[in-house]
T-cell receptor, first 110, second 113 residues
Framework: AQSVAQPEDQVNVAEGNPLTVKCTYS??????LFWYVQYPNRGLQFLLK??????LVKGSYGFEAEFNKSQTSFHLKKPSALVSDSALYFC????????FGKGTRLHILP | GAGVSQSPRYKVAKRGQDVALRCDPI?????LFWYQQALGQGPEFLTY????????KSGLPSDRFFAERPEGSVSTLKIQRTQQEDSAVYLC???????????FGPGTRLTVT
């Protein structure tokens, strides 16, 4: 059965520092992976996806994610965090249906 | 352009009442998804439509939940005889294709008292 795990409930990063939000997955076939962000009182917004091709995927707002097949991971990264990046981030995997992780709350400290 | 809209944004229902939640997807999007999001959790898949066909309803938690999309555009999620455990935010999303990104609506927060 497919599954996705976000091992950190919360990540705190100082503004200007690099950030990483972790995601690992388990699927039976080829993984299709997504990151979404949820700002307070707003709907989920698409950030980026991996379907095939380059392992490093670039997305919205300067975010990127690296697909690592051997580690079954798809960690979200940004070289320099902004306070406005503070939000709830969800990793999702699609096999026969889409499964979302529980979410990681990212706090960027000024 | 208009995004995905949902109505009502908030709904309070007494236990045992029936509710109907509406989703207006982005025009032209063939795929439509319903999710349930409990507080502090990620969205949980409920059901999926491609045009008017309901291709997957495996996530619907009980036979009290019913979804339809009769003309392949607007969709309605109906919950009969609501229970307290149905309290959650119900999210609708649409996409232009199966593996394309989903565009989410703001959700309907259902509170069953």
């Amino acid at each position: 059965a497919q599954s996705v795990a976000q091992p950190e409930d919360q990540v705190n990063v100082a503004e200007g520092n690099p950030l990483t939000v972790k995601c690992t997955y388990s699927v039976s076939g080829n993984p299709y992976l997504f990151w979404y962000v949820q700002y307070p009182n707003r709907g989920l917004q698409f950030l980026l996806k991996y379907i095939t091709g380059d392992n490093l995927v670039k997305g919205s707002y300067g975010f990127e994610a690296e697909f690592n097949k051997s580690q079954t991971s798809f960690h979200l990264k940004k070289p320099s965090a902004l306070v406005s990046d503070s939000a709830l981030y969800f990793c999702a995997v699609r096999d026969d249906k889409i499964i979302f992780g529980k979410g990681t709350r990212l706090h960027i400290l000024p | 352009g208009a995004g995905v809209s949902q109505s009502p944004r908030y709904k309070v229902a007494k236990r045992g009442q029936d509710v109907a939640l509406r989703c207006d997807p982005i025009s032209g999007h063939v795929s439509l998804f319903w999710y349930q999001q409990a507080l502090g959790q990620g969205p949980e898949f409920l059901t999926y439509f491609q045009n008017e066909a309901q291709l997957d309803k495996s996530g619907l938690p009980s036979d009290r939940f019913f979804a339809e999309r009769p003309e392949g555009s607007v969709s309605t999620l109906k919950i009969q005889r609501t229970q307290q455990e149905d309290s959650a935010v119900y999210l609708c999303a649409s996409s232009g294709g199966d593996l394309r990104e989903q565009y989410f609506g703001p959700g309907t927060r259902l509170t069953v008292t």
